[in-house]
Structures are given as C-alpha cells and as structure tokens.
C-alpha cells in the first residue's frame, strides 16, 4: 500500500477525443511525476510537479499536460488523443522536494485505451 | 544522455532457484542515483532499492541482492531461493536525483514455476 491512488483504473477514448487522469497522493507529498508506460516497454517521463509548479517535463508533446493542487491531487490532461497514447500511466509521489531523499510511490496507474 | 540496459526481456526459472537481473547503464554525470522496481500484474510499481553513485557496498534483504560496480557500469539483480510470488516484471531506473525524472530500462519479465 503505497497511498498514491489513480482513477479511473481503466478507460477506453476515440481518437481526437481528450482525457483527464487523476492521481491522490498522501499527506505532505508535494511532488508528483507521472509516468506513460506502453505495452512491454518501460515507463517514460512526462512531467514533475512540485507545489503545484511544473519541474521538469520529458520528451511529450504539449497537448499534454498537468495541474497539482494544494491537496495533494494532481491530474494529467491529453488533448486531440492518438492510438499511440494507449498506455498505462502512472503517477508517482514523494515528500517534499524532489532532491530531497526521499522514496518515491507510485500509484497502480490508469489503462488509456485509444480506439 | 543517460540510458539503462535490460538485456534479458524474459526468464523463465523453476521455485528455489537462483535468478540473476542484469541491469547496464550509462551516464555522464558523477552523481546519480540506481533503482529497482518489481511491477506485478496489478501494474504498481513496487520499490525495491535506491543507490547512489557514492555508495558501491553490495546490499542484501533478505533473498534479494544487488551487486552495483562502477567499474562495468552495472547493478545486477539476484532472488536467492526464488519463489512464485517473484514473478513480475522488473524494471532497473537511473536518475540524476532522487526525485526527479527516473529513465528506466525496458524491464525483465521473471516467471518462476512451482
């Protein structure tokens, strides 16, 4: 049990059409990453929040994107969807500042299906 | 750039065996930081072990072992005596800070048989 929960656990969305995924992190964990993991491959960075700030973003086009609130909840947004975007995503959090020593939790991850 | 190296995308082993993980990375900085992970079926990633690029003392937890040497490049893996609640995919990640952005290898996909 890890305390970093995702919904929904699985969607299917047609192409063109956006979604909105969510992530609960615990009390006190102000930074949150998450994560696209396709089918048999490794997870991939999208991007890091810390207190509700944007902290680093990986190689993802813009139509994604992401919010952190001051409850410790953040979503991750994808605008105009591909068939490619069919992954698991995983959030990921841990206390305080990302440098700061902490073990990071990740979530069970929502399933996007694009058809 | 950084880069992890799973070379073993499947292993198959029968209950009580020994299993060794590879993991290969390459990194230009001076400081980094190693991780696995086990990720079950239910998709949670499951944290193992973090290692810093410091601190090359071999670790042990029970069954499981990591062998990190700078030398090759290298935090290996090994489930002593394994079992069939072992079987998982297993990811090596490397970052450049605790909690930043982590590059994970492709994973090895463990099946232990009873």
């Known amino acids: 049990e890890t305390g970093v929960t995702q919904s929904p656990t699985h969607l299917i969305k047609t192409r063109g059409q956006q979604v909105t995924l969510r992530c609960s992190s615990q009390s006190g964990h102000n930074t949150v990453s998450w994560y696209q993991q396709a089918l048999g491959q490794g997870p991939q960075f999208i991007f890091q929040?810390?207190?509700?700030?944007?902290?680093g973003r990986g190689n993802f086009p813009p139509r994604f994107s992401g919010l952190q609130f001051p409850n410790y909840s953040s979503e991750l947004n994808v605008n105009a969807l591909e068939l490619d975007d069919s992954a698991l995503y995983l959030c990921?959090?841990?206390?305080?500042?990302?440098?700061?020593?902490?073990?990071?939790?990740f979530g069970e991850g929502s399933w996007l299906t694009v058809v | 750039a950084q880069k992890v190296t799973q070379a073993q995308t499947e292993i198959s082993v029968v209950e009580k065996e020994d299993v060794t993980l590879d993991c290969v990375y390459e990194t230009r900085d001076t400081t980094y930081y190693l991780f696995w992970y086990k990720q079950p079926p239910s998709g949670e990633l499951v944290f193992l072990i973090r290692r810093n690029s410091f601190d090359e003392q071999n670790e042990i937890s029970g069954r499981y072992s990591w062998n990190f040497q700078k030398s090759t490049s290298s935090f290996n893996f090994t489930i002593t005596a394994s079992q069939v609640v072992d079987s998982a995919v297993y990811f090596c990640a490397l970052s450049e800070s605790v909690g930043g952005d982590m590059r994970f290898g492709a994973g090895t996909r463990l099946t232990v048989k009873p």
């Open positions: 929040y810390y207190r509700e700030e944007e902290n």
């Open positions: 990921a959090s841990s206390l305080e500042r990302p440098d700061s020593g902490n073990t990071i939790y």
